[in-house]
């Protein structure tokens, strides 16, 4: 059982939060289904500074934990959303740096990558982003290897999605790396999803 952390900060892209925690949450139904005495594979939570966050759209939202009391992460997942304030907030990025450090797998959605770049998460390593921040990750952080007209883009222990519902493709591609395909496949299924299997 994998807890996957998914971070909250005040104007996140609604569905870069939400369509990996339906894929995640999901998952685990559809491991149920296909074996009542099975073990959940995935526990998404949502970790943020207090009880709400204001998502884009001024669409609030309930986190489960704060930063200040989260559980350990195996997956860490940043999404994107009106990032620019938040590359300005020790306190998160504090966080998302710490956390990474001791997950198993350190992922984003949009411009979350932007946001694991400044935490000094992501090295040099293979990433990808939102189309339209592709020129901007490149110019703020020359030593990535930015890669554009991708779904998302697997570095190993840093997984990295382009925009919004790229983020959904990205999260079932982590539950067929983790858990199979099958489960992967049943859980888009349930979701109908038209998934995309590759990058």
Known sequence: MRTVAIVLYKDVEVL???????????????????????????????VGYGEQ???????????????GNAPKADILLVPGGVHEPAMDDDVLLDFIAARAGVSEIVASVCTGAFLLAKAGVLGA?????????????RRDFPELDVRENVRWVDSGKIVTS???????????HLVARLEGEELAG?????????????P
């Open 125 to 137: 390593c293979s990433v990808t982003t939102h189309w339209d921040d592709i020129a901007a990750l």
């Open 186 to 198: 049943t859980t888009a299924r349930l979701m109908e999803f038209d998934r995309r299997k590759t």
């Open 16 to 46: 870069d939060f939400a369509g990996p925690y339906e894929v995640f949450s999901t998952a685990s139904r559809a491991r149920l289904r296909m074996d009542k005495s099975a073990e959940v594979p995935f526990v998404p939570v949502l």
């Open 53 to 67: 966050v204001h998502a884009r759209g001024n669409f609030c939202v309930r986190t489960h934990y704060t930063f």
């Open 162 to 172: 382009a925009g919004i519902s790229a983020g959904i493709d990205m999260a079932l």
